[in-house]
């Protein structure tokens, strides 16, 4: 079983930054991937970015040039900066993470947080 575990959310300025964390905890897995999506107010639930643990990452339009992921694979931790935040960025941001299994790692399950909440407004 693995456990993601999510920190970083709140509120902020429009203009402002927050940085989320994500942590994957556990025995027996190795992560594939991780990444983030977001649930915003009346919408679906849409990506905002995943890193595979080569590092090869995948933006959202929306957030690039504006979110960085980071990601510390012997700390199966990533990590989200967000900058330039906008009101529309406002949503509960949930950490997903691919991995695979032992003791053969060729199974791929996949994982999310619980979710944390971002709220950009002045």
């Known amino acids: 079983q693995v456990q993601l575990v999510e920190s970083g959310g709140g509120l902020v300025q429009p203009g402002g930054s927050l940085r989320l964390s994500c942590a994957a905890s556990?025995?027996?897995?190795?992560?594939?991937?991780m990444g983030w999506y977001r649930h915003g107010p009346g919408e679906q639930r849409e990506l905002v970015v995943t890193?595979?643990?080569?590092?090869?990452?995948n933006y959202a339009d929306s957030v690039k040039g504006r979110f960085t992921i980071s990601r510390d694979n012997a700390k199966n931790t990533v990590y989200l900066q967000m900058n330039s935040l906008k009101p529309e960025d406002t949503a509960v941001y949930y950490c997903?993470?691919?991995?695979?299994?032992?003791?053969?790692?060729?199974?791929?399950?996949?994982?999310w947080g619980q979710g944390t909440q971002v709220t950009v407004s002045s």
């Open positions: 556990g025995s027996g897995f190795r992560v594939a991937s």
């Open positions: 890193i595979t643990s080569g590092g090869r990452t």
């Open positions: 997903e993470a691919e991995v695979t299994i032992a003791p053969y790692y060729i199974v791929t399950q996949q994982y």
